[in-house]
């Protein structure tokens, strides 16, 4: 059976639409078989409107149909439902994730959140977005609140503060680069080269957005920890954290992002070869070619996520 694809609905769609199909075909639903959304709610643990739009995603592929007055059935006999290929544009937990950094971005989403108002807007079970959750608040994008709930931590919404970013970096990483003392750990820097290499070798083409953005922190915090200085380090790291979420959203350019780890490669080998003062120049105008094209992808995602309805 082909593979299909949703063109215009949620990536979570086609992943629950997933989960109905398993369910069919474990518990041997023959054709004519009702699907009671408030069951099939209970069962994956969602509310019953991200079931509603799973059921109406089957419906189109033929696997499920509907009748007035009786709701939704299965249309095929469960050997041929389990043949449909479901493919949702990514990763559900990533895509996940990603729903919920664009509606922060665009204000749809307050400070303050429950996994229970997660779980319905997104069609997820609880288990998903703990997951997502729990994965937020060890990269410092949220923070769980006492008792119930979590919290977004500050992040920057703004072109203004992503700019502002890049030229508190451009102060302070270089100035850690000639620090009387410093002394980076040499084996850690062999880290970020090899991570820099991976990227180049097909990495820049196959990883997610969260695993592109972690190499290139990974090598600036690591360059910056040669100071021993720690106020600077967790300066650093706190940047870091507030612009993670408008990173992931912005417009990916796969050729500036290749530019940029050639950049990177020639600045370990600065650094490796002992030329701290030059490496330090290096990074100045790494850092400034990075505010100058992120700056203004930083407004197109600011004004596309502006825009994007809200889901209900």
């Not at 288990?127 to 979590?150: C, I, S, T």
């Not at 850690?176 to 002394?183: C, R």
């Not at 062999?190 to 820049?204: A, P, T």
């Amino acid at each position: 059976m082909p593979e299909h694809h949703a063109s215009n609905v949620s990536p979570l769609v086609p992943a629950l639409a997933a989960r109905i199909v398993e369910m069919i075909r474990r518990d041997g639903l023959e054709v004519g078989a009702r699907l009671i959304e408030q069951r099939l709610s209970e069962e994956l643990g969602v509310s019953r409107s991200p079931v509603r739009k799973a059921l109406q995603f089957l419906e189109a592929t033929g696997a499920v149909r509907s009748e007035p007055n009786r709701g939704y059935q299965v249309a095929q006999p469960p050997s041929e439902v389990a043949r449909l290929t479901l493919a949702p544009s990514q990763d559900s937990d990533e895509a996940i994730y990603l729903s919920v950094a664009d509606d922060r971005l665009a204000g749809a989403l307050a400070a303050e959140i429950t996994e229970t108002e997660l779980m319905d807007r997104y069609g997820a079970s609880r288990l998903q977005v703990q997951r997502v959750l729990n994965r937020m608040a060890r990269e410092g994008v949220v923070e769980r609140k006492p008792g119930r709930g979590w919290t977004f931590q500050a992040f920057m919404n703004t072109p203004e503060s992503y700019r502002e970013s890049y030229r508190f970096r451009m102060i302070i990483e270089p100035a850690a680069l000639v620090e009387p003392g410093y002394q980076i750990d040499m084996a850690e820097l062999d880290k970020c080269y090899r991570e820099q290499v991976e990227l180049l070798s097909g990495g820049l083409e196959k990883w997610s957005r969260s695993e592109l953005f972690k190499p290139g922190v990974h090598l600036h915090e690591t360059i910056v920890a040669g100071a021993h200085n720690h106020v600077l380090l967790e300066a650093l790291r706190k940047v870091n954290q507030q612009r993670r979420l408008i990173e992931y959203r912005a417009k990916l350019d796969r050729e500036k992002m290749r530019e940029q780890c050639e950049e990177h490669l020639v600045l370990i080998d600065l650094i490796r070869r002992g030329e701290r003062v030059e490496a330090s120049h290096f990074l100045r105008q790494h850092l400034d070619g990075a505010r100058r094209r992120k700056a203004a992808g930083a407004d197109e995602t600011k004004a596309t996520a502006a825009v994007r309805p809200r889901k209900r």
